[in-house]
C-alpha cells in the first residue's frame, strides 16, 4: 500500500505533512475501563477549559481552520473532525464509548487537537492518494449521511474517496473484526518533522498499549 500526497496540495500549503501508522495484528474490543476513565476525564477537563477559552485559542484548531479555507473549504460549514469534537465537548455532549480503536483515536485527536482517520487496512483497495475533493468525491460517512467533499482533503483508494478530515466514510470503518489499520494523523504544518515522528512514536505505543499488534510510522 503506498501512501502519495497530491502536489496541488504543497502549492498552497508548502509545509503540507501528515502522519501515517500502519498497525498489524491488533485486538479490537470493548474499551477497557482505564481507557473509558481517561477519555470521560479528558473531556471534563476540556469543558472547563472551554468556558474560559475560544476555539480559536487552541493553536491545533486554529490552523486547521486556516487549512481549511486555504484549501476552499468554509470551517463555518464544514468543520475539521478535532474541532467539532471540542464544539461538542463545549456543548457538554461528551463522547459515547465505541471500541477500543475508535475510543484511542478520539482521545488522541483531543489530545493533539488535529484531525485523525483510523481505517480498515483491509478494505481499503491499492494505493491511497491525499488530495484535495472535488464535487465527484462523495461516500455515505460515519455521520449516517452522503457527504459530497469538494474543497476538503480526502483520502482515495482504487474504490473512490474514503476518508478526511472531515468525516470518514462507512466503508473502511474500523469494528472489532478490525485485524490491520491504516491511522492517517494530519499534523500542523508548522510542526517541525522530528517533533511529528515524536507524536507518532507516542500515540502508536499509546495505541499498541491497549489493541496490542505491531506499528510502523513514518511522516509523508
Keep these: 500500500m503506498k501512501l502519495t500526497i497530491d502536489p496541488q496540495i504543497k502549492e498552497i500549503l508548502s509545509e503540507f505533512k501528515i502522519g501515517i501508522i500502519h498497525y498489524n495484528n491488533i485486538t479490537v ?47 463555518s460549514r464544514y468543520r475539521p473532525a478535532a474541532e467539532a469534537l471540542y464544539r461538542r465537548i463545549k456543548k457538554q455532549n461528551y463522547l459515547a464509548t465505541v471500541n477500543s480503536a475508535i475510543d484511542m483515536n478520539s482521545f ?32 455515505e460517512g460515519l455521520n449516517n449521511r452522503v457527504n459530497t467533499l469538494t474543497g ?5 483508494d ?16 474500523v469494528t472489532e473484526q478490525t485485524k490491520n489499520a491504516l491511522h492517517i494523523f494530519y499534523l500542523r504544518p508548522s510542526m517541525e518533522r522530528d517533533t511529528a515522528l515524536q507524536l507518532l512514536t507516542a500515540a502508536s505505543n499509546m495505541f499498541t ?9 513514518y511522516v509523508l
Aim: glycine fraction near 10%; charge should be negative; charged fraction near 25%.
Design 29 to 75: 474490543s470493548e474499551s477497557p475501563q482505564m481507557l473509558k476513565g481517561r477519555l470521560q476525564l479528558f473531556q471534563e477537563q476540556l469543558y472547563f477549559d472551554l468556558e474560559d477559552k475560544d476555539i480559536t485559542e487552541f493553536p491545533g484548531l486554529l490552523e486547521w481552520q486556516l487549512i481549511w479555507k486555504a484549501l476552499g473549504a468554509d470551517p
Design 108 to 139: 488522541l485527536s483531543l489530545q493533539y487537537e488535529i484531525p485523525l482517520g483510523l481505517y480498515d487496512a483491509d478494505k481499503i483497495e491499492g494505493d491511497i492518494q491525499i488530495a484535495v475533493g472535488t464535487s465527484a468525491d462523495r461516500y
Design 152 to 156: 476538503i482533503l480526502v483520502s482515495k
Design 158 to 173: 482504487a474504490a473512490g474517496a474514503f476518508g478526511s478530515p472531515y468525516v470518514d466514510s462507512k466503508r473502511t470503518a
Design 209 to 217: 498499549g491497549i489493541n496490542g499488534g505491531e506499528a510502523e510510522f
